[in-house]
């Protein structure tokens, strides 16, 4: 996703912004730019696709002395990824860079247009430094143009603004996408949008919070408001190990992306779940015509994600879904008709059998979509179509935020389908919709419930297995809570459909079984009640997950978000997580690097 550096000093500033966005380039982009003020003079390089290019346009500017600069890495959210759409962008004498979507940008544009204003860009972010040069034109007061500027702003932003008429002070303001600011022992200033742009340079940093705006220069340091009133500067010293500044103070890659899945998915839904419908830029309005049913392949997580939305693509968009495990679907002769659309789900885009799944799909004529973490990826290479999940960097082998993402990529799509077959009233969408974008809130971790979990987590250790059960969506859920279990504690755990014990498993059941009951509200709560019930009456130790308190369970996670199905889904994941984590960290493993795993299976 988008990336910002700034920084004022003395150092080569062409330098430290292409250094800072190379540090963000993990999140994925589509284009950068620069732009830098100095003696007066602003100077500004954009390039479409990757920094080498931008590196190749800017190889004759030599700034130097002392200076200032800001830089993007754009993922294309409003218009297309073009040289003009790629920031910093430009009013008449000022520049801004922005991470996030101004929500009423279409309000803003209106009025500004009204006025005279020209645009030259699709993007939201033009209307920012626009309004900010017309406030500016009334108040003749930067600082309160910028505060009446981010006064106007609706929905999230971390922006950074510089002006030929202050040419000391770069502006910033946050809301909703991080930003830190920073500085050296030399007083150099560095802004970044994840700590990873300033490591190594900043000495100290500030982590900006919502609603927090102001305005640094060499002389004057950092000046921080709030609610229109100065504000403390809270600094924290920067951990100069690049490591583990890169766990941003968490002990493992998996806890750190478990945290992340709040900010990630807010970037996953960025510009696709508008106010009234789904849209994805990458998919032609015609994309389904034709298309009689779905069949979804992959591997692992990604096929339990996969397994998960086929309830949703079936239930919502009334396409009929079929889900293959890709390893299986390369060997069995598979029936291929041409109106079925292939979808594959990989993470890292290079999993051998889902690769060749794909390759067969293709070649037998169907239309391919892939649903996947990594940009230019063979598996993105391969697809006539891509829906990038946006999670970032994964670097803990148990995939957490991945499977987050494609969930909620794949939740989109199928009511994208729904709409466009129009199997749900435009009320529905938008109830949908809603719930959606109150997932970043259902899966933000507290203090209480990672305490809770590893406190529980010392009676799992033992025993002769888990079972994880679920019912519907939450069967898939049961089976990526125990893969995620198995994975990185190395204790045998299995995922069942809570209907299915009675036919088998159940004879496992004494005290010694350990079932992690999902119990969600919405759905099936009495039928998996009941099955849970058939368990306790076996004497198995039940942990339930659940809104309800369940008498019979040994253990209780007590989950908040009852009032969607989905948000109970993505509120148990959590807690399945964090309890795989912290059974392997009580087991002395290796979380991050299970044995016997890899993070990329790019063999059979
Ligand atoms: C589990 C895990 C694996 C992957 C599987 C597919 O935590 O990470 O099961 O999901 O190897 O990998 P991708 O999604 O990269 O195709």
Known sequence: MCGIVGYIGNENIKEVLVDGLRELEYRGYDSAGIAVLQDDEIHSYKAVGKLKNLEEKTKNFTPHTLGMGIG???WATHGKPTEINAHPHLGEFSYVVHNGIIENYQELKKELQAQGVKFLSQTDTEVIVHLFEQNYKLLKDPMKAFEATVERLQGAYAVLLMTKVDADRIYFAKNGSPMIVGNDQNGDIYFGSSDAALIGKASEVI??????YGYTSIKEGITLFSDGKEKELNKKALVGDRVSAQKGGFRFFMEKEIYEQ???????VMGRALDEKIAFEELDPNFFDGIEDITICACGTSYNSGLACSYLFERQAKIRTS???ASEFRYKDPLLNPKTLFVVISQSGETADTLEALKMARDAGLKTLAICNVDNSSIVRISDYTLLTRAGIEKGVASTKAFATQVMV??????????HKKTMTQEQIKAEIEAIRHIPQAVKVNDKLHEKVKRLSKRYLHGHGFFFIGRDLFYPLALEGALKLKEISYLHAEGYPAGEMKHGPIALADSNLFTIALMPKNIHYDKVKSNVEELSARDATILAISPERFE??????HTYYSDHAMSEFFEMMVVTQLLALEISVRLGNDVDMPRNLAKSVTVE
Do not use: K, P
Request: aromatic fraction near 12%; proline fraction near 0%.
């Open 262 to 268: 709040s900010e990630v998915l807010a970037d996953t």
């Open 552 to 557: 019979l369970a040994d253990d209780y996670v």
């Open 72 to 74: 993007h890495t754009r």
């Open 323 to 325: 889900v293959e495990i």
């Open 410 to 419: 794949m939740w989109m799509l199928s009511l994208y389908i729904a709409q």
């Open 207 to 212: 982590y900006l919070d919502d609603g927090d």
